[in-house]
């Protein structure tokens, strides 16, 4: 089993920065990637961005140049550090883990909230 534990989230006013963070515990190899997924209220879960050994790193579209993934292998961790936030950015992003493929998570985190509000 492999546990997700998702931190860094909060209030930032649009324009402003955040970084999450994720850490995975639980495994013995190391995962063949991780990455984000969001939810914002009323609409569907959506890909922000992932990262893996022999993967292409991608982002949503919405994302792209404003958000950076990156990931620390020794410690299972991934990081999102995302700028000029704006209220469409608001939501619940979900951490994920993927054991053998570079597409479709195996596991999810339990979700951090990200509120971008003046």
């Known amino acids: 089993q492999v546990q997700l534990v998702e931190s860094g989230g909060g209030l930032v006013q649009p324009g402003g920065s955040l970084r999450l963070s994720c850490a995975a515990s639980?495994?013995?190899?190391?995962?063949?990637?991780m990455g984000w997924y969001r939810q914002a209220p009323g609409k569907e879960r959506e890909l922000v961005a992932v990262i893996g050994s022999g993967c292409n790193t991608n982002y949503g579209d919405s994302v792209k140049g404003r958000f950076t993934i990156s990931r620390d292998n020794a410690k299972n961790t991934v990081y999102l550090q995302m700028n000029t936030l704006n209220t469409e950015d608001t939501g619940v992003y979900y951490c994920t883990a993927n054991l053998l493929s570079c597409n479709g998570p195996n596991y999810w985190g339990q979700g951090t909230q990200v509120t971008v509000s003046s």
């Open positions: 639980g495994i013995i190899f190391r995962l063949k990637a």
